[in-house]
């Protein structure tokens, strides 16, 4: 099993930058990549970003290009997505996800561990 867990959600300034972070721990070995996914109230879950944590291949959502980027540390196996240029339109909640079976993810089934989740919110 693998645990994730969430930090550096809040309240932006459209505009702003905010910094997410996931630390892993558990079978981090069993993994091939670790990524994001938002949720807004009432629309499916779906991926942003996402970084093979071996490679360091990086997936992006076209929404969030140019303005969002994913890195890892993997001896520390700690994920971070840096937000840059952020709009209202990205708020949500933003879930920390890593699996093996599908890169890069297109949907929440291609996801097989799941963090609790950190709200975003950007006002206008």
């Known amino acids: 099993q693998v645990q994730l867990a969430e930090s550096g959600g809040g309240l932006v300034q459209a505009g702003g930058s905010l910094r997410l972070s996931c630390a892993a721990s558990g079978r981090t070995s069993k993994v091939y990549y670790m990524g994001w996914f938002r949720q807004a109230p009432g629309e499916e879950r779906d991926p942003v970003a996402a970084i093979t944590w071996l490679g360091g291949s990086t997936y992006y959502a076209d929404s969030v290009k140019g303005r969002f980027s994913t890195s890892r540390y993997s001896d520390k196996n700690t994920l971070y997505l840096q937000m840059s240029s952020l709009k209202p339109e990205d708020t949500g909640v933003y879930y920390c996800?890593?699996?093996?079976?599908?890169?890069?993810?297109?949907?929440?089934?291609?996801?097989?561990?799941w963090g609790q989740g950190t709200q975003v919110t950007v006002s206008s």
């Open positions: 996800a890593a699996g093996s079976r599908v890169w890069p993810p297109a949907r929440q089934y291609d996801a097989d561990y």
